[in-house]
């Protein structure tokens, strides 16, 4: 049974890493390691302790500073993984109990898999979810990944990880990580179950007043990299992808007109009444 390394940013997530932590040890598949790369300077495992969590399994790993950002947490705790399988989990999302077992089939066989995120709010509501929740076992491209307006959480082979996250990226890392995953593996194979609650909270670095203008900052960022060859494009979508950055970019500048007007700062809300059919 393959050792399968999950690595977990944690920013200031007290009130929240308990429930990711119990849903990874909720895991069918048993066979796992937890790297917590806690970039605020909290002692997650004497959280875990005073909560009656004591698990060998689950390991707490400094970042290189306290805020150096989720891109260098999540290479510090690669940087420590033992696992031939790496899966990525952050301090305020969970689990189903499902997860790794049902993607970890798909991955052995193409190295690169995720399920179809649902993001949520912290009460259960569903907001929506990256793919429709009926559709079948297929592989996506880049573009695909981009478009679904969701962030995604695969299980990959480690050697497709490369040289890890863009440390110098600190918003939409997550999107530029993938797209270089997929590059590398050609294509990422999509199990539509929505195994991974991508939690909505006011609070969070994708939410929040100011999180539009931080996102401006990374898709300008990313762009440049592009346009300097600066990252790994799948082969042909290198035009496609920059146009879909430009639209995401303009997407995110409507999101925050509508946040500096009082609207909601959820991003996967807002999105989500925009992409809604008109009555």
Aim: proline residues 6%; aromatic residues 6%; charged residues 20%.
């Amino acid at each position: 049974m393959p050792l399968i390394s999950i690595l977990m940013a944690a920013y200031h997530s007290d009130g929240t890493i308990l429930a990711a932590i119990n849903s990874v040890r909720c895991q069918v598949h048993r066979n796992w390691e937890l790297l917590i790369a806690a970039d605020c300077g909290s002692d997650y495992l004497a959280l875990c302790r005073t909560n009656g969590i004591e698990d060998e399994r689950i390991r707490q790993i400094a970042t290189p500073s306290v805020g150096s950002g989720p891109s260098a947490a999540r290479n510090a705790a690669l940087a420590a993984a033992r696992g031939d399988y790496l899966a990525i989990l952050d301090g305020d999302d969970i689990w189903l109990p499902e997860k790794l077992s049902a993607l970890l089939p798909l991955a052995e066989k193409t190295g690169l898999a995720c399920d179809n995120t649902c993001a949520m709010l912290p009460d259960g509501t569903v907001i929506a979810t990256a793919y429709p929740v009926y559709d079948e076992i297929r592989e996506i491209d880049a573009l695909t990944m981009m478009n679904s307006g969701m962030p995604h959480f695969p299980l990959l082979r480690r050697e497709l990880a490369g040289p890890g996250y863009r440390d110098e990226l600190r918003f939409a890392e997550d999107v530029v990580f993938n797209m270089e995953l997929i590059a590398r593996a050609g294509a990422m194979t999509l199990l539509p179950l929505p195994l991974t609650h991508y939690i909505q909270r006011p609070d969070s670095a994708s939410n929040g007043p100011d999180a539009w203008r931080r996102a401006e900052a990374a898709y300008g960022q990313i762009l440049t990299m592009l346009d300097n060859g600066g990252l790994s494009v799948p082969r042909g979508q290198a035009a496609a992808i920059k146009n879909a950055l430009a639209e995401k970019r303009q997407l995110n500048l409507a999101f925050g007109a509508a946040v500096t007007a009082g609207g909601p700062i959820s991003f996967q809300a807002f999105a989500a009444a925009r992409n809604a059919p008109s009555k």
